[in-house]
């Protein structure tokens, strides 16, 4: 870890402490009524974590139809939220609101019967927000918070974040719940969709692009992996891009061996659009967790490539998997540092070749 991180970590180690002292309370709450709102506080939300809870507001609606769920998140998830996720209510907060804003944005909730933040460590500021909310009941996974009257942390240890999710419903006497996920769909995006893609040959995802550098594959790393594809298997290979990448996967389809079986969309890299190339895909390959939980969802044959868990234990990765038993996964190769593109190439192909053999076996032409 570098000063500049360790002084990051020193300084919000500091602020927490002096959270815990200043509002972390342990109080007499109200009795819900069982008709209390659910609020969801979601305004670290990244795709790969709404994909994972998107059943959610769907299940409370189903066990508990008097209640409404209200999701607080960032101005670029509220959309997912509101159109569909099915939440009742998307309140959107920006990224670093002030004390003021989240007193405000407490208040104006009114009476909250289950108030959910899963953060595991939280910051001074959501300690703040906790304490300033009339709530029955607050969930989440910091069980170091007096607040915090229903503690997940340790009593969800090592699961995956979609359990996590089914013991709260759990605690709210909501039990088995159905947690497949929810994956948008709309006929303008298939509409959209159909104007290139090729509805006689079955097209493998790849996407070579996770968020952050330690899950970026450099351009060398993706045609090499690429080549090796296409040897092994017959599909087409529709390469997935965020924005701004569009020049690069240009010269990657360009420059391949066989650009005539490399498939690139000539839309805008949009929510939709990833949403329904994966939907007509039949498979995924992967080193972005988002677009792994978003196949999962739509049970298609992952294969997952993961930075293991640095300095002991695997819990991000045993939180984060691939939530289906459809799926291989193979890690990178660093143990000094997060590096998706130390993986072995020769383990990338023999575990490629026995991915696509086990999809072929599944699926005979």
């Known amino acids: ?15 927490r402490r002096v959270g815990l002292f200043l509002f972390d309370r342990e109080r007499s709450r109200p009795a819900d009524s069982g ?22 507001a769907r299940e409370i609606r189903r066990a508990q139809p008097e209640r409404e769920v209200w999701v607080v998140t960032t101005r670029a998830m509220a959309p997912l939220f509101r159109d569909h996720l099915g939440a009742d ?54 069980d170091a918070l007096s607040s915090i009257d229903i503690k997940l942390g340790e009593r969800t240890s090592g699961r995956h974040f979609a359990d996590k999710f089914a013991a709260l419903l759990d605690s709210m006497g909501i039990h088995d719940p159905d947690t497949r996920y929810v994956i948008p769909q709309c006929p303008e995006w298939e509409q959209n969709l159909a104007a290139w893609w090729p509805a ?20 060398d790393m993706i045609a090499r992996m690429l080549e090796l594809m296409l040897v092994h298997c017959q599909q087409t290979l529709c390469l997935l891009f965020p924005p ?63 930075n293991p868990d640095l300095g002991g234990g695997g819990d991000n990765y045993a939180e984060w998997h691939p939530n289906t038993r459809d799926a291989m996964t193979l890690f990178s ?33």
């Open 244 to 306: 701004g990448m569009e020049q690069e996967v240009a010269t990657l389809r360009e420059q391949a061996s066989r650009p005539d079986r490399i498939l690139l969309s000539p839309e805008a890299p949009s929510l939709g659009g990833l949403f329904t190339q994966l939907r007509h895909s039949v498979g995924l390959v992967s080193v972005d967790t988002a677009t792994v939980h978003i196949a999962a969802g739509l049970s298609l044959p992952i294969l997952g490539l993961y």
């Open 89 to 142: 209510r998307v309140i959107e907060v920006p990224k670093r609101p002030a004390y003021g804003q989240l007193k405000a944005l407490a208040h104006s909730l009114g009476r909250v019967g289950y108030l959910v933040h899963l953060g595991k460590s939280l910051k001074m500021k959501d300690i703040y927000f906790l304490n300033q909310v009339d709530a029955c009941h607050i969930a989440g996974m910091d």
């Open 200 to 219: 006689a040959q079955q097209v493998i995802a790849f996407n070579p692009y996770g968020s952050g550098g330690a899950r970026r594959l450099r351009s």
């Open 35 to 56: 008709s209390g709102k659910v609020v969801l506080l979601r305004w670290d939300a990244k795709l790969g974590d709404a994909i994972v809870s998107s059943w959610v």
């Open 333 to 365: 190769k660093s143990l000094t540092s997060q590096d998706i593109n130390s993986l072995d190439m020769n383990e990338f192909e023999q575990t490629f070749s026995r991915w696509i053999a086990s999809m072929d076996n599944k699926n005979p032409k």
């Open 1 to 15: 870890m570098g000063l500049i991180n360790k002084l990051q970590l020193a300084r919000d180690t500091v602020r």
